[in-house]
Structure formats: C-alpha cells, structure tokens
T-cell receptor, first 107, second 117 residues
Framework: DIQLTQSPSFLSASVGDRVTITCRAS??????LAWYQQKPGKAPKLLIY???TLQSGVPSRFSGSGSGAEFTLTINSLLPEDFATYYC??????????FGQGTKLEI | QVQLVQSETEVKKPGASVKVSCKAS????????MHWVRQAPGQGLEWMGW????????HYAQKFQGRVTMTRDTSISTLYMELSRLTSDDTAVYFC??????????WGQGTLLTVTS
C-alpha cells in the first residue's frame, strides 16, 4: 500500500502568515492527491483535488502543487478560520485511498 | 455536491454489531462511488471501503475484511455500513463520503460509535 507522510505534524502560525504543508508519498502517484481541512467535531472539507485544482467555493488563498511523490498545500494570509487540521489523501492506488496522518495548524 | 445525512449516535457492547446508515439527497445516488471513513478519538482518518451504489459492488480495506459489510437501498437512496465483532478499538466517528473527480467532495455529518461494556 502507498503511505503518505505529512510534515510537519504540528505547525504554529499567526494570522496573516503564509504556511506550507508537505505530503510525501511512498511511491509515485502522479497528481492523484486531494487535500482536506477538518475542524473539531466536523466532517472533513475538500479543498484541493488533482493536486492543484481548487474545489468550488474554496478561497483562493489555498493552493496546491506537486506531482510524482511530493506535494504541498500552501495557505496565504492566514485567517482565524484557517486554524484546523489538514489531511492529504491519495487516489492512485486503486482501490485503496490512504490518508496522511494530518497536520494540525495552531495559533 | 450532495447532502448526506447519517444515523444517530450508537452505543454497543463488545462483540456486538452496528449498522450505520447514510441517506443521500438528490437524484444522483447511483452515479458515484460512496466510501466509509472512520476517525478514532484524537486520531486521523482511516478509509474503510467503498460501495458502487449502482451495482452494489464493494471493496473493503484489508483491515476490515470479514467484519464489515456495505450495502445500499436504491429505493430510498440510503447506504449502510455494518461492522461486526466490535471491540473498544472500534470506538470512532464513522463518515460516509461521495467520490467525485478522485476526491471526496461531500461528507456525512458523522456517526459516533462507542463500544463499551
């Protein structure tokens, strides 16, 4: 199975900062990667699919990049509502859909 | 997107089974694969398996094979996930989610399962 490793696991930042989260796959997965945001007690919310395509309705301060085995999620100009946990997920290894372990973004 | 509404909180004893439901709104129920994902307290997301609502075909994560059964009732646009031989390690929030464009674009609100003696 493909393993996804996110770094860092915890990230401390301030409102207005620009932050980057990395997701590394244990093998090449092309651009078959999605990013989610999850707030406490809520279901995950899709932010990015196909590594870099912004989901409809998601603010443009979120962006994704990468291909192959290394991917990044960047959030520009952090707002208070962006403090949450972020997960990557791969769709390359059919039929399994593993997630990264998560990155908690804290103030 | 589609609205997915899940069944309420469950409390079960070790060794019992649970059946969680997920009702989809709209008329696209059979058009997309549906998945189940769980999240133990304070932990990350764990994919459990998928069901093709059109055919009923399923595929389960190896960890759950033999213990999980995913079904659907197309007449009421509802999915079901049954997990048997429960242990305390199965205490988690269970989510259903729709797969679109190689991503999960819609999620249920989650169903908390507590397994306790």
């Amino acid at each position: 199975d493909i393993q996804l490793t996110q770094s860092p696991s915890f990230l401390s930042a301030s409102v207005g900062d620009r932050v980057t989260i990395t997701c590394r796959a244990s093998q090449v997965i092309s651009t078959s990667l999605a990013w989610y945001q999850q707030k406490p007690g809520k279901a995950p919310k899709l932010l990015i699919y196909a590594a870099s395509t912004l989901q409809s309705g998601v603010p443009s301060r979120f962006s994704g990049s990468g291909s192959g085995a290394e991917f990044t999620l960047t959030i520009n100009s952090l707002l208070p509502e962006d403090f949450a946990t972020y997960y990557c997920q791969q769709f390359h290894s059919y039929p399994r859909y593993s997630f990264g372990q998560g990155t908690k973004l804290e103030i | 997107q589609v609205q997915l509404v899940q069944s309420e909180t469950e409390v079960k004893k070790p060794g019992a089974s649970v059946k969680v439901s997920c009702k989809a709104s709209g008329n696209t129920f059979t058009g997309f694969f549906m998945h189940w994902v769980r999240q133990a307290p304070g932990q990350g997301l764990e994919w459990m398996g998928w069901i093709n609502p059109k055919s009923g075909g399923t595929h389960y994560a190896q960890k759950f094979q033999g213990r999980v059964t995913m079904t659907r009732d197309t007449s009421i646009s509802t999915l079901y996930m049954e997990l048997s031989r429960l242990t305390s390690d199965d205490t988690a929030v269970y989510f259903c989610a729709r797969e679109v464009r190689s991503s999960f674009d819609s999620w249920g609100q989650g169903t908390l399962l507590t397994v306790t003696s």
